[in-house]
Nanobody, 129 residues
Framework: QVQLVESGGGLVQAGGSLRLSCAAS????????MGWFRQDPGKEREFVAA????????YYADSVKGRFTTSRNNAKNTLYLEMNGLKPEDTAVYYC??????????????????????WGQGTQVTVSS
C-alpha cells in the first residue's frame, strides 16, 4: 500500500503562486507515475498534470500549460506542483495520485483518474479575484 499526503494549499490572489507538495510513504517502489487532479464542488474531477517516476516524461492539461510545473524528489518521495499565474478558475481541491506501470499504456492514460491506484486526501486552493 501507498499513502499520499498533500500540503501547501491556501488562499492566494489572482496572479499569485503556490507550491503544493505530496509526500508518499509505504510501497513507493511500486509507483510508476504520479499525477495531480482537481475538483471544484459541482464539477467533475479534472486532470492537471502527471509525471513518471523517472521524471523523464511530464504531461499537462491545456488549461495549466505554461503556468504549472510538476516535479518530484525521489530521495524524499515527494511530488510537487508549482503553480504560477493563478486564476480564480484554478480554485479547487487538489489531489495527488499514484499509479503502477500496468495502468499506463498510452499518453491518454495519464489523464484518467481510473489509471491511478492511490489518492491523497486533497488540499484546498482558493484564488481570489
Amino acid at each position: 500500500q501507498v499513502q499520499l499526503v498533500e500540503s501547501g494549499g491556501g488562499l492566494v490572489q489572482a496572479g499569485g503562486s503556490l507550491r503544493l507538495s505530496c509526500a508518499a510513504s509505504g510501497r513507493t517502489s511500486s509507483i510508476y507515475a504520479m499525477g495531480w487532479f482537481r475538483q471544484d464542488p459541482g464539477k467533475e474531477r479534472e486532470f492537471v498534470a502527471a509525471i513518471t517516476w523517472s521524471s523523464l516524461l511530464t504531461y499537462y492539461a491545456d488549461s495549466v500549460k505554461g503556468r504549472f510545473t510538476t516535479s518530484r524528489n525521489n530521495a524524499k518521495n515527494t511530488l510537487y506542483l508549482e503553480m504560477n499565474g493563478l486564476k480564480p478558475e484554478d480554485t479547487a481541491v487538489y489531489y495527488c495520485a499514484g499509479g503502477t506501470r500496468v495502468q499506463f499504456r498510452t499518453i491518454h492514460d495519464y489523464g484518467l483518474g481510473s489509471s491511478y491506484n492511490y489518492w491523497g486526501q486533497g488540499t484546498q486552493v482558493t484564488v481570489s479575484s
